[in-house]
């Protein structure tokens, strides 16, 4: 019998807007407000990535309050933790990798994606300096300590899946907890982890300051393809079925707000996308933000639609490594971790 695949958890102090679980709640039906307007809360893994850019943007740009619905953005580290707030009640949305709707229904839970903002991870991998020559590809990874955001998360699932993808098996490497943005930079200056899974801005200011090297970008279509051996939809709202069964018209209404979002993203350059964000997302460097945008943007759809050989392709990389997927990879029902109802809706020519 293999050994469990090793996981070290290094503590690192984060940003975040916690939501404090206050145990299983019913969050079937929306809470609205006095004047009658539906409220929803929204969990974000990480709210100042690029991948997770619209919630933010639709905000900045009015979107909720034009189509009546009253949004509160809230943001955790990792999608994982996000995930985990979303089941407990606290919130009515995640917005997250699609994958965790899949993973979650191998634990008898029902999520589904109703928004599907990207077809391409958005995700690198970039190798320390100091490793470039040792490491070059995922070959490469055995014995070697690894960034993820977090246990569990899609940076976790991604990681494994590139390894097993190259013949190293999950026990062979040292999946390290170093979360995104100043953690992880600083986990890959002390030498922390010798490459890792990260996102633009965190990409960018590693690659600017000559601290690190991409070596695989799924960023693109074409990087994803190569890395993944399809496309692989990623960033999302996701929200629990029965919830969205109960709010539908709440529901489109978030749904008309982010595909506007999302015509935006691809009818605007990233330095005007970049002026829309608050000042702070820059962290002092406009010019390197409204790049890290340009670097990220494309991997936006403007409808908001799955691709439904994308959601396959999800399916096939969870069940190469996941203990979870793995034996009840038939019985998974992909129809149930996703619709096209509301986006379809919001795009009607």
């Given at each position: 019998?293999?050994?469990?695949?090793?996981?070290?958890?290094?503590?690192?102090?984060?940003?975040?807007?916690?939501?404090?679980?206050?145990?299983?709640?019913?969050?079937?039906?929306?809470?609205?407000?006095?004047?009658?307007?539906?409220?929803?809360?929204?969990?974000?893994?990480?709210?100042?990535?690029?991948?997770?850019?619209?919630?933010?943007?639709?905000?900045?740009?009015?979107?909720?309050?034009?189509?009546?619905?009253?949004?509160?953005?809230?943001?955790?580290?990792?999608?994982?933790?996000?995930?985990?707030?979303?089941?407990?009640?606290?919130?009515?949305?995640?917005?997250?990798?699609?994958?965790?709707?899949?993973?979650?229904?191998?634990?008898?839970?029902?999520?589904?994606?109703?928004?599907?903002?990207?077809?391409?991870?958005?995700?690198?991998?970039?190798?320390?300096?100091?490793?470039?020559?040792?490491?070059?590809?995922p070959k490469d990874f055995k014995g070697k300590?690894?960034?993820?955001?977090?246990?569990?998360?899609?940076?976790?699932?991604?990681?494994?899946?590139?390894?097993?993808?190259?013949?190293?098996?999950?026990?062979?490497?040292?999946?390290?907890?170093?979360?995104?943005?100043?953690?992880?930079?600083?986990?890959?200056?002390?030498?922390?982890?010798?490459?890792?899974?990260?996102?633009?801005?965190?990409?960018?200011?590693?690659?600017?300051?000559?601290?690190?090297?991409?070596?695989?970008?799924?960023?693109?279509?074409?990087?994803?393809?190569?890395?993944?051996?399809?496309l692989y939809p990623a960033s999302s709202l996701?929200?629990?079925?029965?919830?969205?069964?109960?709010?539908?018209?709440?529901?489109?209404?978030?749904?008309?707000?982010?595909?506007?979002?999302?015509?935006?993203?691809?009818?605007?350059?990233?330095?005007?996308?970049?002026?829309?964000?608050?000042?702070?997302?820059?962290?002092?460097?406009?010019?390197?933000?409204?790049?890290?945008?340009?670097?990220?943007?494309?991997?936006?759809?403007?409808?908001?639609?799955?691709?439904?050989?994308?959601?396959?392709?999800?399916?096939?990389?969870?069940?190469?490594?996941?203990?979870?997927?793995?034996?009840?990879?038939?019985?998974?029902?992909?129809?149930?971790?996703?619709?096209?109802?509301?986006?379809?809706?919001?795009?009607?020519?």
């Amino acid at each position: 019998m293999k050994a469990t695949s090793r996981l070290v958890v290094t503590a690192v102090a984060g940003l975040a807007v916690a939501v404090a679980a206050t145990g299983c709640r019913d969050s079937r039906t929306a809470e609205t407000s006095e004047n009658g307007t539906p409220q929803v809360k929204i969990m974000i893994g990480g709210i100042d990535k690029v991948i997770y850019l619209p919630p933010k943007l639709t905000e900045q740009l009015g979107y909720f309050k034009q189509e009546g619905v009253d949004v509160q953005l809230l943001t955790e580290p990792s999608g994982a933790q996000a995930e985990n707030v979303l089941i407990s009640g606290d919130v009515q949305g995640v917005v997250g990798f699609y994958d965790h709707t899949i993973d979650l229904q191998t634990k008898g839970k029902c999520i589904q994606s109703v928004v599907q903002f990207a077809d391409v991870p958005g995700e690198v991998e970039v190798v320390s300096t100091a490793q470039a020559d040792k490491i070059k590809t995922p070959k490469d990874f055995k014995g070697k300590r690894l960034g993820i955001t977090s246990p569990g998360s899609s940076t976790d699932f991604l990681t494994q899946a590139l390894a097993v993808k190259s013949g190293v098996a999950t026990e062979d490497i040292t999946r390290v907890k170093a979360g995104a943005g100043a953690t992880f930079i600083a986990a890959m200056e002390n030498g922390g982890i010798d490459a890792g899974m990260t996102t633009d801005p965190t990409a960018a200011q590693l690659t600017s300051t000559g601290k690190g090297k991409i070596i695989i970008d799924m960023r693109t279509e074409e990087g994803t393809r190569a890395a993944l051996g399809g496309l692989y939809p990623a960033s999302s709202l996701y929200m629990d079925c029965a919830w969205v069964q109960n709010n539908k018209q709440t529901v489109q209404k978030l749904a008309n707000a982010f595909v506007k979002t999302l015509k935006y993203i691809n009818d605007h350059s990233a330095e005007d996308i970049a002026a829309k964000m608050p000042k702070e997302y820059a962290g002092g460097n406009p010019a390197l933000y409204a790049k890290s945008i340009n670097d990220t943007k494309s991997i936006f759809r403007p409808d908001g639609l799955m691709d439904e050989e994308g959601a396959k392709n999800v399916l096939e990389v969870l069940s190469s490594f996941s203990p979870n997927v793995k034996g009840k990879k038939d019985t998974i029902d992909l129809s149930k971790t996703y619709t096209t109802e509301f986006t379809k809706a919001a795009n009607p020519n």
